[in-house]
């Protein structure tokens, strides 16, 4: 082709590409891929995670093209999908974002004016500083225009059939925008994962691949350098330039800017809970601290083994949330495992549940449920937060702690001591046990685990110590502090905190120091309430019980 005749395809190209800009659009491999994925209708959220310029807006922009336009729109990669030739759902749609991303000349407000067909439509602004209301009249449809900053009260009301959220919905408005879509529709995500991605992360680590239909959520993850000229297909960027502006990316930020892999996990204060690692014959051993160790094996262990398990519960209690409680069976050879938590799998998950009061008689009532059930165990020693269970509060006619409590529902069987040290002394003890370690078995042969498992019923402590992070300081802060602050999140702390509380007191017992009929626990109640009286007042001064 000589010049001449490259300036004059290239004017047809851009003539062409002004009537129908989307008829135009030429996606790149992953694009595609994500494209047809949508095109089939086979789930009911879609999320293309992707790396900085990987085309995660103007992929979104040409699906929302697609989809408005139908068959109108030319475009081969497009044509022959269900969705975008014959959309079934309401012809409503919302669009969240970053207001920033909004604005006028934003990112997402320019990737729209480039894809949308001059002339099929009109905007307002409304009350917003946004162009907040989009109208195909030729096409009935109308698009709301959203900013992640709203009340979410304001994404009541609705009735939708398409969402497009251009990076993760704070998790407060996920709900009010999931719920719009009570006639059929999708939701779809187009992100960098980086922090405030918590509740895509769930859905993805929950859900199960081989479902299909309104509830089944599609993940594409895609590496920045899927769209460069080099390594992508019909990649649109050099090589070079993707380089240049990951290059300076924190540390922790570029697998998420790079890969689209989920950063929002960076800052964890478990790191090593539940990550890969290699044992001592160098294969890969995944979820490494969830093993099969329920309460059936640690019954049995208790009634039959000649070494058998010694038994601790921990407790951490709540005004709002229920207790956190978990119980630990602790083996002479040094493994430890928590085989038994509440709330349990009958429950709702811990970390959705933003209030359940019960009295102290139904905790009473739990703890013996889990404890006498189909399988009995014993336990040795019951630990509670030293603070709150031990500190006195007004109940009924009575001043009595959380401790004192328990004691005299239960006619002093159940009996709390406080938890010993400082939050960061107990963390390293945590620390040290979760790190994958030579251990030698009863034959003397060496093994490579982690001391402190969790059984695979224990969701919510898993849960938890996965996703338990440091509070990150930004803005200004940066200037003079480190990224990760002193402080944790309170949301994933409780159940980890029983696992510190445990460990605070754990030291084997051998059966005939615990086991035995003549150290059953005396019942005299007037007895158990004196005894926790001084658990209490150990609390306020520090160690002893």
Known sequence: MTDQERIAFNELMEQARAKCPPAMFIPNGKQEEFIRAVGAGEYGSYFYSGGNGSGKTAVGSNILANIVYGKDVPNRFFRGQPLYDNWPYPKVGRIVSHADSLAEGGALDTELMKWL????????????????????????WTIQVMSTDQDSEKFEGATLGFIWADEPLPAGLVGANYSRLRKGGIMMCTMTPLEGAEWVYDIHEERDPSERGPKASYFLFVDSHSNCKKCGIRGVLDHEHIEASLANAPMEEQEARRKG?????SGRVYKSWNSDYRDENGILVKKGHTID???????????????????????DPHDKKPFAMTWTAGYPDGRKVVFMEWPDAECEPYHKTEERALTVKEYVDIINRKENGKFKIKVYRRIGDKNYMFTRRTRDDTVNSTALELVRVSKGKIRFVPSRGDNDANRHIVQDQILPQPWVDREG????????????????????MERWKWVKNAGKALETKPRLGDQTDSKHKCFPNTIEYMLSHYRYMFPSEWLDDENEVDED???WERTARRQQAAAISGYSY
């Open 117 to 140: 067909v001059p002339g099929t439509f009109t905007r307002e602004k409304g009350k917003q500083k946004y162009y907040s209301l989009y109208h195909f009249p030729a096409y009935g």
């Open 261 to 265: 892999l989920f950063m929002f996990l």
């Open 293 to 315: 160790w329920g309460i059936e094996h640690v019954a049995w262990d208790l009634a039959n083994s000649e070494e058998p398990p010694v038994i601790y519960q921990a407790c």
């Open 445 to 464: 042969i060496m093994h490579t685990i982690p001391l402190l498992r969790a059984d695979a019923s224990c969701t919510n402590l898993h849960h938890a």
């Open 525 to 527: 109640e007037e007895r």
